[in-house]
């Protein structure tokens, strides 16, 4: 069995003149931004945040994390768990951002 590196991949795929980098959307990057100066929040967690608000069939724990960044406090759960989504919403809520508690 021959096993390639994502590198040595790339190199042996065949070539694909037909192949466009997709034009992005201004409004998605307009809201990354927007949540990036309020906040503080670094350009991965405040993408991260803003996927997080739109993504549709979210658990629980998910939809919670977004309420609290728009309400302006996220209550994490007094659990391993919620120490875990804590952290997480410290990094996507940024500096500025809103209040964690847990």
Request: proline fraction near 7%; charge should be negative.
């Amino acid at each position: 069995m021959l096993w390639l590196t994502e590198e040595e991949a790339f190199h042996y795929a065949p070539p694909n003149d037909e192949e466009r980098p997709s034009p992005g959307d201004a409004s998605f990057a307009a809201a990354v931004s927007d949540w990036q100066q309020r906040t503080g929040a670094s350009l991965g967690y405040a993408t991260i945040f803003r996927i997080l608000e739109v993504l549709t069939g979210a658990c629980a724990e998910v939809q919670a994390l977004v309420r609290g960044g728009s309400a302006g406090r996220d209550d994490a759960p007094a659990s391993a768990e919620g120490v875990w989504l804590a952290d997480l919403a410290r990094k996507l809520f940024g500096p500025n951002g809103p209040t964690v508690v847990g």
